[in-house]
């Protein structure tokens, strides 16, 4: 063996370690977590409506409540995976010829989705996308004083689905304790007309500003430096 491939030998054993030492110090704090949650939050719901004309009316928002419960996955490398159900009210208003005019929607929500989480600190960033199918339980329309069942008489789609993305920020209070605050944007896709041959067009879109708990299942501990 010359010189030359012994030192070669060596440098290469020297990086080998540094590098099986860098990994465990960087890997050692990480774990994975499962935990159920439990939210409750505040909906801002309207429509994006357009008619035969591609006219658009100018929906008010309606303020309204919400509550899901889930179940959270969070990865040693930051992967996030949620799946929850739950009940937020939906609608819109606007005035019409003086008259007001207001939807009020109850749905039933299912959704799961995949995202990002900043598992670094005890506060944690995250961003998810969620698709979701959501029931109609209720759905009335007021004009004036008149109230009308528009679920029953079929004047609305009883389902819509679409997507939700949401930011938010998890703070771990204990290894078995969080809660956390989040952002969501909902965009339904399903047109809640059901006329097709009056050309008009009617989505869900929203914001919900959402407080929740978070409780540890299991807490995945994986390579360690202790």
């Known amino acids: 063996m010359n010189k030359f491939s012994f030192i070669g030998k060596t440098t290469s054993h020297i990086v080998l370690q540094f590098a099986v030492c860098v990994l465990m110090g960087f890997t050692?704090?990480?774990?994975?977590q499962s935990s159920i949650a439990f939210d409750a939050g505040?909906?801002?719901?309207?429509?994006?409506?357009?008619?035969?004309?591609?006219?658009?009316?100018?929906?008010?928002?309606?303020?309204n409540g919400c509550f899901g419960l889930g179940y959270q996955y969070v990865a040693p490398n930051g992967l996030f995976i949620r799946a929850g159900v739950g009940m937020r009210k939906g609608g819109a208003s606007l005035e019409y010829n003086?008259?007001?005019?207001?939807?009020?929607?109850q749905y039933l929500d299912v959704n799961a989705g995949i995202g990002y989480m900043l598992n670094r600190w005890?506060?944690?960033?995250?961003?998810?996308?969620?698709?979701?199918?959501?029931?109609?339980?209720?759905?009335?329309?007021?004009?004036?004083?008149?109230?009308?069942?528009?679920?029953?008489?079929?004047?609305?789609?009883?389902?819509?689905?679409?997507v939700c993305?949401?930011?938010?920020?998890?703070?771990?209070?204990?290894?078995?304790?969080?809660?956390?605050?989040?952002?969501?944007?909902?965009?339904?896709?399903?047109?809640?007309?059901?006329?097709?041959?009056?050309?008009?067009?009617?989505?869900?879109?929203g914001f919900s500003v959402h407080l929740g708990i978070a409780i540890a299942l299991i807490r995945y501990n994986y390579v360690t430096t202790q």
């Open 42 to 63: 505040q909906t801002f719901s309207k429509f994006k409506y357009s008619d035969g004309q591609g006219a658009i009316k100018d929906f008010k928002y309606n303020i």
């Open 98 to 105: 003086e008259t007001t005019v207001e939807w009020k929607l």
């Open 165 to 205: 993305f949401a930011p938010g920020l998890k703070v771990e209070v204990s290894n078995t304790f969080s809660f956390y605050t989040e952002f969501r944007q909902l965009t339904g896709l399903q047109n809640l007309e059901t006329d097709s041959g009056t050309g008009q067009k009617s989505y869900n879109r």
């Open 122 to 162: 005890r506060a944690k960033p995250y961003l998810t996308v969620s698709p979701f199918f959501a029931y109609l339980l209720k759905g009335e329309q007021f004009i004036g004083i008149s109230k009308y069942d528009i679920l029953a008489n079929k004047s609305i789609a009883g389902h819509d689905f679409g």
């Open 28 to 32: 050692g704090s990480l774990v994975a």
